[in-house]
Nanobody, 121 residues
Framework: QVQLVESGGGLVQPGGSLRLSCAASGSIFSINVMGWYRQAPGKERELVARISSGGSTNYADSVKGRFTISRDNAKNTVYLQMNSLKPEDTAVYYC???????????????WGQGIQVTVSS
């Protein structure tokens, strides 16, 4: 069984920073892409950023220059450093990973349970 567990969310003032972490645990042989999505109330879930196993990154236009995604392959962990936060960044943030549990397994997509980020004065 594979689990993705997020941490680091909370309440922050506009202009502040937060660092989210997401650790994958369980039966893991190889992780391909890891990423972060967010869902604000009344809106669809949207991609925030993603990173390949080789370190290539993609960002939503709304967070470019403010957010940085990184990963530690040895720890099966992906991070999201969020700077210059705005009220419109308020959402539940979800991490995801596409991984194989063994050499013979297909790659499967997993979601974390989500963590709240609130940007408010």
């Amino acid at each position: 069984q594979v689990q993705l567990v997020e941490s680091g969310g909370g309440l922050v003032q506009p202009g502040g920073s937060l660092r989210l972490s997401c650790a994958a645990s369980g039966s893991i042989f190889s992780i391909n892409v890891m990423g972060w999505y967010r869902q604000a109330p009344g809106k669809e879930r949207e991609l925030v950023a993603r990173i390949s196993s080789g370190g290539s990154t993609n960002y939503a236009d709304s967070v470019k220059g403010r957010f940085t995604i990184s990963r530690d392959n040895a720890k099966n962990t992906v991070y999201l450093q969020m700077n210059s936060l705005k009220p419109e960044d308020t959402a539940v943030y979800y991490c995801d990973a596409t991984l194989a549990s063994s050499y013979y397994s297909s790659y499967v997509h997993y979601w974390g349970q989500g963590i709240q980020v609130t940007v408010s004065s």
